[in-house]
């Protein structure tokens, strides 16, 4: 079952083509055997009228010739396929009892001009009329044996005529003195060339047909892959133009649709992310007056703490800007070596005296926003190192064979964060420090630019704490945003 499970293909094309080939091939089949049975029996009809007529005339002939005369007749009566001898007795011996014997004898008596002519037939008989090994069946008797052997006598060549043969007719026929002529035929057991031709033309017709249907097939599953990869891009984030509406009517209207999907997401995700960086531009007026005006208050502890929650808000806002900006910023895809990517990041935070460490192959080029990426690894180590004290970076490429995740897992050596909190941690603006210091805390968006980028891969985030404690996050790439 595994190997049958191998062997039949996964594509649309390819099974499209399998199911096609073996549908012609049995056909075809069907087709060949009813032509080889009809030929057969062609050859059969056509054996079976030559030698009733060559019967009935040698009959009319010997009937009229003198006795001196009659072997010379026989003789010439001779051929490959037809055999003829003069006996006292019936070599068939009985009469014909089958239908179709009957039809034949009936057919022979018209020859012979003669409906009351004493006729016997045997169909399928020969090889028992022509071997001396073969058994006589219980109808038959001394005269019919006799008879049998006179022809094997008469013929010399009877055994190897017999060999060279297979279906046969067996005709005896009363003369007028009294004696019987005896008739054997057998259809040439011959390989003809009919069949290799049939072959060879089966052949030619199936080569034909399979490159018409792999130019068809293909032709209907070139538009859906490119629909493939069309999604695949919209779902990493990528602004992709329309596709082109080619193929059957039911695959234009399907990359219609498409197309009017693709065109309405990218609208309503650019208006958000556009009402979201208006609002955050506006807010910065209002900010800079309550500034101006907070230097004129007396009191200096109060005017001291309006004016950090006013550095606070211009934070936030700023941080919304750069998040906006981030969102609707388009980058494009390009080769990229992510493991020197993270090393280099790495790097950076080891010259600033940090605990950071890599740990993956050297080179691992990847089809993604280098940028982009840059920027959300560096948000995950700076938090795992501002909060965990060190940060380790691993890099586990994927099996293309299987279609498993590219997967980078950064771990801290921190207390970790509570099971509840896990699902909320990527939010945007949630903090999970509570001292609400710009230094130690940040405003929560760089877990949520983070997810944000990877999830335009076409990938996704995952946070767990570890058994012996710490946090560990694990960035997953899928396949397709690596290939």
């Not at 030698?51 to 010997?62: F, K, Q, S």
């Not at 001779?78 to 004898?105: C, G, H, K, M, Y």
């Not at 071997?131 to 019919?144: C, F, I, L, Q, V």
């Not at 992709?240 to 234009?252: F, I, K, R, V, Y």
Request: hydrophobic share 40%.
């Amino acid at each position: 079952m595994g190997l049958l499970k191998r062997l039949i293909p996964r594509s649309l094309s390819g099974q499209l083509i399998s199911l096609i080939l073996i549908a012609l091939l049995g056909g075809h089949l069907v087709a060949l055997i009813i032509l080889a049975d009809e030929r057969r029996e062609a050859l059969e009809s056509a054996t079976q009228g030559e030698v009733l007529a060559r019967t009935a005339t040698i009959a009319r002939l010997l009937n009229v010739s003198p006795t001196d005369l009659q072997n010379q007749v026989m003789d010439n009566a001779q051929s490959p396929f037809v055999a003829f001898s003069i006996s006292d007795a019936s070599a068939t011996a009985n009469p014909p009892r089958s239908r179709r014997e009957l039809l034949i004898a009936s057919r022979l008596r018209a020859m012979l001009d003669n409906p009351n002519a004493d006729v016997h037939v045997r169909l399928g008989l020969s090889s028992r009329f022509l071997s001396r090994d073969s058994e006589p069946e219980e109808e038959e008797d001394d005269h019919a044996e006799k008879n049998r052997n006179e022809f094997l006598k008469h013929h010399r060549d009877g055994n190897q005529w017999r060999r060279h043969f297979r279906w046969g007719i067996q005709l005896s026929v009363q003369l007028g003195n009294g004696q019987w002529l005896n008739a054997a035929t057998q259809t040439p057991n011959r390989k003809s060339s009919w069949a290799l031709q049939s072959l060879l033309a089966l052949g030619l017709s199936i080569l034909m047909i399979i490159g018409a249907v792999i130019l068809s097939v293909r032709r209907i599953t070139r538009p859906l892959a490119t629909l493939a990869m069309a999604a695949d891009a919209v779902g990493r984030g990528e602004t992709t133009p329309d596709m082109a509406e080619e193929g059957p009517e039911d695959l234009q209207r399907t990359i219609r649709a498409f197309n009017r999907m693709r065109s309405r997401l990218e609208t309503f995700v650019e208006d958000r992310t556009n009402l979201l960086a208006a609002v955050s531009h506006d807010l910065r007026s209002p900010v800079t007056s309550l500034r101006l005006r907070a230097e004129f208050i007396e009191d200096e502890q109060l005017r001291a703490e309006i004016l950090e929650t006013l550095s606070e808000m211009q934070t936030i806002i700023e941080t919304t800007l750069i998040f906006a900006r981030e969102e609707t910023r388009t980058e494009d895809t390009r080769p990229t070596d992510l493991a020197a990517l993270i090393e280099s990041l790495v790097n950076d935070f080891k010259d600033q005296g940090k605990t950071c460490s890599y740990t993956g192959p050297e080179r691992f080029v990847i089809t993604g926003r280098p940028v982009s990426l840059k920027r959300a690894i560096r948000n995950l180590l700076e938090n795992a190192i501002t909060y965990g004290l060190s940060a380790t970076a691993t890099l586990i490429p994927g099996d293309s064979k299987n279609r498993t995740d590219h997967a980078i897992v950064i771990e801290d050596s921190g207390p970790g964060i509570p099971e509840q909190e896990i699902e909320h941690m990527f939010e945007p603006f949630v903090r999970l420090e509570t001292s609400r210091s710009r230094e130690t805390g940040g405003i929560g968006l760089g877990l949520a630019i983070a997810r944000s980028i990877v999830r335009g891969h076409g990938g996704d985030i995952q946070a767990a704490n570890k058994p012996q404690g710490g946090l560990r996050i694990t960035i997953h790439l899928p396949q397709s945003a690596v290939d």
